[in-house]
């Protein structure tokens, strides 16, 4: 997510309904307008021939409003509905980032993440103990986690990033994942998560090599490589974090697990095809 919808996040639905009330107030007003003229040329047989009743005039555009905020209502519901729909992206590389699961596996998931983000932290928290128990232990999904450090996140965010990089670099993909399950663990999110101590202590509690992981985080070893993935997240239409893809298929954002689930499935019945 951005940072300018992290702040506002919870301004939205009160600025939503405020946009509504004021749309419903200018039609209403308009409908009032409008049908005083009907209503005071009909009342006389005029335009319309048959005369109203002041009641009769009020229930008609009462039920004007009622039609009308009906299908304002249907139409933002298949607007939503459009826009949360995932869409396919072509050609999402796995690049040369660590893996999680079996190579083979006929699903593929991709995440874009930032570590210091907290929708990350709350997939990380919520969702991914589901996918990796169902999925990728099952054998059935292999996972990628690809640096999406966004700017206001730093200098934290990147030096996480750089810090698993390291991890791996001396224990493999295995040793990333270990890494990586410490940061979002550990950090409280938003910037305010894991200083340099932090990061030299998750190293040796893993089994690290304390002096040559430190070489590596203080001289950013692998700053480019998560220049690299960020460029490849911001090609493939990554704005926010979390973006995942499965098999393809952008999930814009930190979904409930049954979004991932059905879209799992999906591609496990047709590699079955």
Request: some cysteine; glycine content about 8%.
């Amino acid at each position: 997510m951005t940072e300018e919808q992290e702040k506002k996040e919870p301004e939205k639905k009160m600025n939503r309904d405020n946009s509504i009330n004021i749309i419903l107030a200018i039609i209403l007003a308009a409908l009032i307008i409008g049908g005083s003229i009907v209503y005071s040329t009909s009342k006389g047989g005029g335009l319309f021939g048959k005369a109203e009743t002041e009641e009769e005039f009020d229930i008609k555009v009462a039920a004007s409003i009622e039609r009308y905020i009906a299908k304002q209502e249907e139409e933002m519901m298949k607007a939503q509905e459009e826009a949360s729909k995932p869409e396919k992206v072509e050609g999402v590389s796995a690049d040369d980032d660590a893996v999680m699961g079996d190579k083979n596996a006929p699903v593929t998931i991709i995440e874009f993440s930032d570590y210091e983000c907290p929708f990350c932290k709350r997939s990380f928290e919520q969702v991914f103990p589901e996918i990796k128990k169902n999925y990728i232990d099952t054998g059935k999904a292999r996972y990628i986690f690809r640096d999406m450090p966004l700017s206001f996140h730093d200098p934290l965010a990147t030096q996480e990033a750089i810090a698993a990089e390291c991890a791996k670099e001396q224990g493999g993909d295995e040793a990333y994942y270990k890494y990586h399950h410490l940061i979002f663990t550990n950090t409280k999110s938003n910037g305010n998560g894991l200083q340099k101590n932090d990061l030299y202590r998750f190293a040796t509690e893993i089994g690290l090599n304390a002096g040559e992981f430190k070489t590596c985080l203080d001289t950013e070893r692998f700053a480019e490589e998560v220049k690299k993935d960020m460029k490849d997240g911001q090609e493939y239409g990554v704005q926010g974090t979390p973006g995942f893809f499965i098999n393809g298929w952008f999930i814009k954002g930190a979904y409930p697990y049954e979004t991932f689930e059905e879209i799992i499935e999906q591609e496990l019945a047709a590699a079955t095809k």
